[in-house]
């Protein structure tokens, strides 16, 4: 997923501030530039630490990339 789509998937104000609020406690830039970028570069932002594994519309599931290998083995999928 890209930060165009990520940034698609964010239906409600909740997940707008909900992932800005992730880019800040995070660390993942310093505060003042959080504050001024837009939805789009936060997106990237995000995905530069994060792997998104499943969206939905009210919620997004997201796994720090050093975690992936983990979540790999630890989800149990079941398809149609």
Known sequence: MDA???NDSLNYTGMVR?????AVTDNLA??????TMTEL???KLVLD???VVYTESEE???VKKSDTETY???IKQIRR
């Open 72 to 74: 790999n083995k630890i």
């Open 41 to 43: 570069e936060i997106c």
């Open 30 to 35: 310093p505060i003042e530039e959080i504050a």
């Open 18 to 22: 909900g992932i800005r609020t992730l």
């Open 4 to 6: 165009r789509e990520l």
């Open 49 to 51: 630490k994060y792997n």
């Open 60 to 62: 997004i599931g997201l």
